[in-house]
C-alpha cells in the first residue's frame, strides 16, 4: 500500500512540475507547443529559445506503458512521429539525460 502512495506522490509532483512549466513557458512565450500527453516528461524550458523541453527517454516509456508498445517500436514511432516533427521555431526539444 505504501509503494501505491508512494508512486501516486511521484505522479502528483510530476504532474505538477509538468503544469508549472507550461504556465511559466506560456507567459513567457504564448507561441510555445506542448507535445500532447507527454507532460511526465517535460523537464524544463530551453532558455535560448523558450520552448518545452522533454526528456526522450521518459517519452519513450510513456509510448510503451501508454500505448503499450515494445521498446523497439516505441523507439522507432518516437524517432519519425515527434522527434521528426517540426511545427515551426517553436517546437519543443528532446534531450537525452545522462545520469
Known amino acids: 500500500m505504501k509503494k501505491e502512495k508512494k508512486n501516486?506522490?511521484?505522479i502528483l509532483k510530476m504532474n505538477k512540475s509538468a503544469k508549472t512549466i507550461k504556465e511559466e513557458l506560456s507567459y513567457i512565450n504564448e507561441?510555445?507547443?506542448f507535445a500532447d500527453g507527454f507532460d511526465e516528461a517535460l523537464v524544463g524550458?530551453?532558455?535560448?529559445?523558450y520552448v518545452a523541453v522533454y526528456d526522450t527517454?521518459?517519452?519513450i516509456d510513456i509510448?510503451?506503458?501508454k500505448i503499450g508498445m515494445n521498446q523497439?517500436?516505441?523507439t522507432e514511432y518516437f524517432d519519425f512521429n515527434i522527434l521528426g516533427s517540426y511545427m515551426g521555431e517553436y517546437?519543443?526539444?528532446f534531450i537525452?539525460?545522462?545520469e
Open 31 to 33: 507561441q510555445a507547443l
Open 57 to 59: 527517454d521518459k517519452c
Open 91 to 93: 517546437t519543443p526539444r
Open 96 to 98: 537525452k539525460i545522462y
Open 63 to 65: 509510448l510503451m506503458q
Open 45 to 49: 524550458i530551453d532558455q535560448s529559445d
Open 72 to 74: 523497439e517500436d516505441a
Open 8 to 10: 501516486l506522490n511521484t
